[in-house]
């Protein structure tokens, strides 16, 4: 499965600027937050062979409700953001999400 997300910083930086050229107020953040999601779901999606899943933002944290509506996981950041996660290390971060989702996927 395939997503059209950002995956360095610099691709990250030239959506900011694509964005905000068509009059978005967009940051640096928030297109790592969206990048960070998304590819969590896409691997979440992948890992149990469908959409049974939905992942959300709590905090700083993302949340993996079911189809209940009900809270079955949260995962942390590795630091004290995703944010910084994909900064530190982009691949480890993307590693680490297709992890946590495995991990979902065989709880169920």
């Known amino acids: 499965m395939e997503i059209e997300v950002p995956e360095t910083m610099a691709e990250v930086e030239k959506e900011v600027t694509r964005r905000q050229a068509n009059g978005e107020t967009v940051t640096v953040a928030d297109v790592i937050k969206d990048t960070v999601l998304a590819s969590f779901q896409a691997y979440l999606e992948f890992a149990e062979e ?26 942390t950041p590795q630091t004290d953001s995703f944010v910084n996660d994909f900064k530190a290390s982009n691949d480890a971060c993307f590693l680490y999400l297709q992890e946590a989702a495995a991990k979902i996927a065989g709880m169920r």
């Not at 939905?54 to 995962?75: F, G, H, L, R």
């Open 50 to 75: 469908g959409h049974y899943d939905s992942a959300q933002w709590q905090d700083e944290n993302i949340e993996v409700i079911d189809i209940m509506k009900q809270p079955v996981e949260t995962i």
